[in-house]
């Protein structure tokens, strides 16, 4: 028997793969970072049932408000919150980014609601 098959040559496979990250690029975010910030606000079955019914209807200010108030809460540990509108009243669950129901000013005078930890209120 030869010796001959241990000379060959073996290149390196991944020499030429390398990519190194340049410095001035942004850093990489997680699932979670990256997740969040494209989370916008939900609107439940019930909620869009609800708000239709009662002609509830909110301008894109008003939208961006409430998902950005919402992001404010879930960080200070709301769960659910109460969001007063000028005339509406949303119930919403901050973790999940859900607006659960909807009334307007008329029917929210006379609620008592229960299990909130939170109040938003968006005069817009």
Same mark, same amino acid.
């Given at each position: $028997?030869?010796?001959?098959?241990?000379?060959?040559?073996? +290149? /390196?496979?991944?020499?030429?793969? @390398? *990519?190194?990250?340049?410095?001035? /690029?942004? +850093?990489?975010?997680?699932?979670?970072?990256?997740?969040?910030?494209?989370?916008? *606000?939900?609107?439940?079955?019930?909620?869009?049932?609800? $708000?239709?019914?009662?002609?509830?209807?909110?301008?894109?200010?008003?939208?961006?408000?409430?998902?950005?108030? $919402?992001?404010?809460?879930?960080?200070?540990? *709301?769960?659910?919150?109460?969001? @007063?509108?000028?005339?509406?009243?949303?119930? *919403?669950?901050?973790?999940?980014?859900?607006?659960?129901?909807?009334?307007?000013?008329? /029917?929210?005078?006379?609620?008592?609601?229960?299990?909130?930890?939170?109040?938003? @209120?968006?005069?817009?």
């Amino acid at each position: $028997m030869t010796n001959r098959i241990h000379q060959l040559h073996h +290149p /390196e496979i991944y020499q030429h793969n @390398i *990519v190194k990250r340049k410095s001035n /690029e942004q +850093p990489i975010k997680t699932f979670q970072e990256i997740l969040t910030t494209k989370q916008s *606000v939900k609107v439940s079955k019930h909620a869009k049932e609800r $708000m239709i019914q009662r002609n509830i209807h909110l301008s894109d200010r008003q939208w961006q408000s409430l998902e950005q108030k $919402m992001s404010e809460a879930k960080q200070k540990g *709301v769960r659910e919150s109460v969001v @007063i509108l000028n005339k509406a009243t949303l119930l *919403v669950n901050a973790e999940k980014n859900t607006i659960i129901t909807a009334l307007n000013n008329e /029917e929210s005078k006379s609620k008592i609601f229960t299990n909130i930890n939170g109040t938003i @209120i968006l005069n817009d």
